[in-house]
């Protein structure tokens, strides 16, 4: 089955935080460095940053509050 457009986004978006080394046990300090070291190294742009940032502290949100 295909997976809604949203969704897809939402994944490939995931994928370039894990490269990057971005999971929901970092600290904001360390995701805010890597994503500033990312544009600085020309891999993402700043708008990709922000995009990330806010989709990274979204899932650690949610990720949270899975927890038991």
């Known amino acids: 089955g295909q997976i809604p457009g949203e969704e897809a986004?939402?994944?490939k978006e995931w994928r370039a935080m894990r490269r990057m080394g971005?999971?929901?046990h970092a600290s904001?300090?360390?995701v805010k460095e890597r994503l500033d070291q990312a544009v600085k190294d020309g891999r993402i742009t700043k708008e990709q940053a922000k995009k990330l940032?806010?989709?990274w502290q979204?899932?650690?949100r949610s990720h949270r509050k899975a927890r038991p």
């Open 9 to 11: 986004a939402r994944l």
């Open 22 to 24: 971005l999971s929901p």
């Open 28 to 30: 904001e300090a360390e």
């Open 53 to 55: 940032l806010k989709e």
């Open 58 to 60: 979204k899932a650690r």
